[in-house]
């Protein structure tokens, strides 16, 4: 079992930079693929980003792909989203989850396990 605690959400404007970070207590840690996803108020949750157990294969979605970059640290147990040139349409609560799936899913059901999601707002 695995428990995350994201943290660095906040209040930036557009073309900003944010740094997201999820902290993972465990020692299987490094078992798991991550994900980033986010949730925007009366919208389903949705994939941002994803990677795998190495840190070999990374996967974005489309609207963020260029602009944001996930990485890990297994030694730390931590996962990190930089964002770059922020827009307001990333507005959105930011949910790290932790999945034992193979690939890296895009799916929010697929993911096993859940923090409490950071608040990031990006105004015009």
């Known amino acids: 079992q695995v428990r995350l605690v994201e943290s660095g959400g906040g209040l930036v404007q557009a073309g900003d930079s944010l740094r997201l970070s999820c902290a993972a207590t465990g020692r299987t840690f490094s078992s798991y693929v991550m994900g980033w996803f986010r949730q925007a108020p009366g919208k389903e949750r949705e994939f941002v980003a994803g990677i795998s157990r190495s840190s070999f294969s990374t996967l974005y979605s489309d609207s963020v792909k260029g602009r944001f970059t996930i990485s890990r640290d297994n030694a730390k147990n931590t996962v990190a989203l930089q964002m770059n040139s922020l827009k307001p349409e990333d507005t959105a609560i930011y949910y790290c989850?932790?999945?034992?799936?193979?690939?890296?899913?895009?799916?929010?059901?697929?993911?096993?396990?859940w923090g409490q999601g950071t608040q990031v707002t990006v105004s015009s």
């Open positions: 989850g932790a999945t034992v799936s193979s690939g890296i899913p895009f799916r929010h059901s697929q993911y096993n396990y």
